[in-house]
């Protein structure tokens, strides 16, 4: 018979161990402060936001810290430097880990170089943690330099980094980067705009055959169909790469809240920087497929009238190994307009290809 199971309410029920009769803590019990303050595998879910919340458990935790079960493809730091011993080897989507070594299995350590998300993994990253991981087929992955290890080389198709094609598999050749060029077959962000990666074959251009014999009546070129486009609400799908500038807090995990879909507003602290630095965000989109940009919309956030985008500028290139050339800058319509209204915290965007939400202040 089908079941259908319903998230446990989150649930404070003592703290500092007591009252004695509650611990250790069943799942979405609080408070608790460390792993034993919870029951036989269950954690304790330390909580730095009001609206955290808990897989398996139904709620946000005003900052509360709660016991739950951790989903195997859950981001969580299960220790640090080797501490505690129980833990390590780390299992799928556990952090910190230093290498390869700390992480169980064919696991590999995800290492923090980018706000881009862990491969197979759900949840947010925790600072700069590192994280073990699955490694997807041809995901780009640096597995070595210079030869070293020799147990990574020859290396295979998405790998690096490669000097020539002898450290390549065989039927592999070592493409070179210089400008952040795309790897043939592989998905995934380089290391950076220069390390080289063992690449497959790519495929040859097919030539029509040449024929000298005369035709008996002229041909007329059969038109050729315009290419499909596919009209999308946002092209800054999940991996596409996010940077600050002009702030003091430099956090990645609150990057992406200024193109989540949400209202949920990103922060940057600009004491001692104002008339002296711009600030914003620099986005990359990851999607490895050419896109058109029809418009650009901007939602208010909550209580800053004077901390909405004010320009932008957006650049364009058809080719990885070109320049980028800016296509269009400028202000946005609202800089001049005062009396903007502002949107509550946390509402999602309910926008389409042709048309923004309507109930939010916008401009575009």
């Known amino acids: ?17 007591e009252p004695a009769h509650f611990f250790p803590l069943d799942a979405c019990l609080g408070d608790c402060d460390i792993d034993s303050d919870c029951q036989d ?5 330390q909580s730095d936001n009001v609206n955290d919340a808990i897989p398996g458990c139904d709620g946000i935790t005003n900052a509360d810290d709660y016991c739950f079960e951790r989903p195997p493809d859950y981001l ?3 220790g640090n430097n080797g501490e505690p011993a129980s833990a390590f080897p780390l299992p799928l989507c556990a952090g910190d880990c230093d290498d390869d070594e700390e992480c169980a299995g064919d696991l590999k350590c995800f290492k923090f170089n980018s706000p881009e998300p862990v491969p197979g993994c759900v949840g947010e990253r925790e600072g700069s943690n590192d994280y073990c991981w699955a490694r997807p087929p041809k995901y780009l992955w640096t597995m070595g330099n210079n030869g070293a290890p020799e147990s990574a080389y020859p290396l295979n198709e998405c790998e690096g980094d490669c000097d020539n094609d002898s450290e390549c598999a065989e039927g592999l050749s070592c493409f070179h980067r210089t400008h952040g060029e795309a790897v043939y077959g592989c998905v995934g962000l380089a290391a950076d705009d220069t390390t080289d990666y063992c690449q497959g074959p790519t495929p040859e251009p097919t030539m029509s055959p ?12 059969e038109p050729t169909s315009a290419p499909t486009l596919n009209t999308v609400n946002n ?13 003091n807090n430099p956090d990645p995990k ?15 602290d600009r004491t001692g920087l104002q008339g002296i630095e711009d600030a914003g965000l620099v986005v990359m989109p990851w999607h490895n497929k050419l896109s058109v940009a029809q418009a650009l919309r901007v939602y208010s956030q909550n209580d800053c009238s004077g ?10 290139r058809s080719d990885p190994s070109e320049a980028w050339t800016v296509i269009s800058e ?29 109930s939010l202040v916008h401009t575009e």
């Open 41 to 45: 595998g269950l954690l304790c879910f």
């Open 1 to 17: 018979v089908p079941t259908l199971e319903v998230a446990r309410p989150l649930e404070l029920v003592g703290n500092n161990g």
């Open 307 to 316: 901390c909405d985008p004010a320009s932008y500028v957006l650049e364009g």
């Open 235 to 247: 092209i800054l799908v999940k991996g596409s790469v996010m940077t600050a500038f002009g702030c």
């Open 210 to 221: 040449i024929t000298s014999s005369p035709t008996d009546s002229p041909t007329t070129a």
């Open 254 to 268: 609150l990057w992406p809240r200024a193109l989540d879909g949400s209202t949920e507003k990103h922060s940057c």
């Open 76 to 78: 969580y730091v299960l």
């Open 330 to 358: 400028g202000y946005l319509p609202w800089v001049d307009d005062a009396t903007t209204g502002r949107n509550a915290r946390g509402l999602d965007v309910s926008s389409t290809y042709d048309s923004p939400d309507a």
